[in-house]
Structure formats: structure tokens, C-alpha cells
């Protein structure tokens, strides 16, 4: 198996390139478990944010799985925090300063900006079944393109597990 490395390019290019990496990664692998590790470490490993993992939905709470990074909040509940919300309200919410969306949970400290994207069931439902937290510590971190290709990554890893 190759390794992943940080690569160089714009963001577009970089994210490219990743999409590429991950199809590879999933091939062949149903385990939504397996694929979420490995998503989470390829995102980590190519853009070196703070913290990246998922939050699974588990009756009325995320529980954490798969990351990358420093000890994080283990269970969040549902509409609290950036993760809870993007949940809720079942859509990516992108936050520029942590520090100023209501209710943050700070896990860390160092975390300065954030972005939470959905992942949905396969079936008709379409029902929130995880969410993809990624941390920066610096603020203002993310914007469009992140969130288009990390919605991208999230759906393509719905539909194929």
C-alpha cells in the first residue's frame, strides 16, 4: 500500500489527489468502520489539520470513532456543539472562529476553526449516520472548497459502505 503524504499544489489539487487516494482506499472494502479510519487518516495526513475523525450517530448521542489527532470529546449529544448541530440540522456547518459559534464544545483548546459534514445512510432515508469533524488551529481555516470536496468525500463514502 502506498503511503500518503502531504502534498503540495493548491487546495483543489491537493483534494484531487486525495479523492483519487480514497477511492483506492475503499476499493473492495465494505466495513464502514475500516473506511472511516482510513478516510480520517488521509484527510489528516494530507493537509496536517489539528484534529480529523468522525462522530457516529448512536441512539441519541455521536459517539466518537475513527480520528486522528489528540484526545478528543468521546460522546456529544444531539444539536449541542458544531458537530450536534451539523447533525440537527443534518447540513455542513462551517465555522471560521470556534469562539463564536454558540455552544461550542472546545475538546481542545487549540482549535481555532472547524468544519462538520454530514454522512448519510445509503438507503431512501438518507438519515444522518455520522459526522466528519476537522479541527484547525488556525482560524479561518476552511471555505468552499473544503466544504464542496469534503461533502464530496462524505457521500461517495455513504454510497459505497
Request: some cysteine; proline content about 3%.
Amino acid at each position: 500500500m502506498e503511503t500518503l503524504q502531504i502534498k503540495t499544489g493548491t487546495k483543489e489539487e491537493m483534494y484531487k489527489t486525495l479523492v483519487q487516494q480514497l477511492h483506492g482506499l475503499w476499493e473492495g472494502e465494505t466495513d464502514l468502520i475500516a473506511n472511516l479510519a482510513n478516510t480520517a487518516a488521509a484527510i489528516h495526513q494530507t493537509f496536517g489539520f489539528h484534529w480529523v475523525g468522525f462522530y457516529r450517530v448512536v441512539g441519541e448521542q455521536l459517539v466518537l470513532g475513527p480520528f486522528q489527532g489528540p484526545i478528543a470529546c468521546t460522546r456529544i449529544a444531539f444539536g449541542k456543539g458544531v458537530c450536534g448541530t451539523a447533525w440537527k440540522e443534518a447540513k455542513t456547518q462551517l465555522v471560521p472562529d470556534v469562539d463564536l459559534f454558540p455552544g461550542h464544545i472546545a475538546c481542545s483548546a487549540l482549535s481555532r476553526s472547524e468544519i462538520v459534514v454530514p454522512v448519510f445512510s445509503s438507503d431512501y432515508q438518507k438519515q444522518v449516520v455520522a459526522v466528519l469533524d476537522i479541527d484547525s488551529s488556525s482560524l479561518n481555516d476552511f471555505d468552499e472548497t473544503d466544504q464542496r470536496f469534503l461533502e464530496k468525500i462524505c457521500l461517495e463514502l455513504s454510497n459505497g459502505t
